[in-house]
C-alpha cells in the first residue's frame, strides 16, 4: 500500500510558475515509477508526466514539453513537478500517481493511468490569464 499526498497548488498568472511535492509513504520509493495527472472541470483526467524509478528516463505529454519539469528525490520519498510558462489551460486538480507495479516498464505503460493504482487527493492548480 502507498500512500501519496501532493502539495504546492495554488492560484498564478499565466506565465508564472509552481512547484508542485508529492511525498509518498508505504513502499520503498525507489523502487517504483511516478506519474502526474490532471483533470480539468468538465474534462477526462489527463496524463501530464511521469519518472521512472531512478528518475532516469522522464516522460511529458505534447502539451507541457519545454515547460514542465519532473524530478524525484529518493531520499526525502518525494516526487515535484516544476511548471513554468504556466497557462489558463493548465488550471486543473493535479495528481501524482503509483503504480502497484515496481522495477521497469515499457515506456507505453507511464502514460496510461490504467497503469497507475494508488492516487493522492490532488491539488488545485489555477492560472489566470
Known amino acids: 500500500q502507498v500512500q501519496l499526498v501532493e502539495s504546492g497548488g495554488g492560484l498564478v498568472q499565466a506565465g508564472g510558475s509552481l512547484r508542485l511535492s508529492c511525498e509518498a509513504s508505504?513502499?520503498?520509493?525507489?523502487?517504483?515509477?511516478m506519474g502526474w495527472f490532471r483533470q480539468a472541470p468538465g474534462k477526462e483526467r489527463e496524463f501530464v508526466a511521469a519518472?521512472?524509478?531512478?528518475?532516469?528516463?522522464?516522460y511529458f505529454a505534447d502539451s507541457v514539453k519545454g515547460r514542465f519539469t519532473i524530478s524525484r528525490d529518493n531520499a526525502k520519498n518525494t516526487i515535484y513537478l516544476q511548471m513554468n510558462s504556466l497557462k489558463p489551460e493548465d488550471t486543473a486538480v493535479y495528481y501524482c500517481a503509483a503504480p502497484i507495479w515496481t522495477g521497469e516498464a515499457q515506456p507505453s505503460a507511464y502514460y496510461s493511468d490504467y497503469e497507475y493504482d494508488y492516487w493522492g487527493q490532488g491539488t488545485q492548480v489555477t492560472v489566470s490569464s
Open positions: 519518472s521512472t524509478r531512478s528518475g532516469g528516463n522522464t
Open positions: 508505504g513502499r520503498v520509493f525507489s523502487s517504483y515509477a
